[in-house]
């Protein structure tokens, strides 16, 4: 929040994708110009995962400067993009799957234009009551 009380741009898009339960990223590059029919049609026929899910998916294409994002709010598709003015997204040159699995701080990482490999998944600790 600023000092008028208003959400700021950046935290706006922060808690747009602050409870997607699961994010997949695609690992092939994809035509930059494809939209909700032909990304929804990847999701189904790439991923084999349901795009209406409420999982986000995230696409890049070919030149790593433009990244999508894929996902069922509610009652519709969204689709998020951004482009970068200068440099490429951190991506490996080659994958051995159709997707990964990314944490939110690893997509936060992705989409702020950082290396999000290098950040690790929260390890799961288990409990028992005495």
Known sequence: MDASGRISKGARVNMLFSNAAQVYLATGPID????????????TNTLKENPLSGRLFVFYNKKRDLLKLLYWDKNGLC?????????RFVMPREF?????ELTYC?????????????????????????
Do not use: H
Request: charged letters at 25%; proline letters at 2%.
């Open 79 to 87: 689709l998020w993009q951004k482009r970068l003015a200068k440099g």
């Open 32 to 43: 930059g110009r494809k939209s909700f029919n032909a990304l929804g049609a990847l999701v």
């Open 96 to 100: 051995s799957v159709a997707s990964l």
């Open 106 to 130: 690893q997509l936060k990482g992705l989409t702020e234009g950082i290396d999000w490999q290098k950040i690790e998944k929260p390890k799961e600790l288990t409990y028992t009551l005495m």
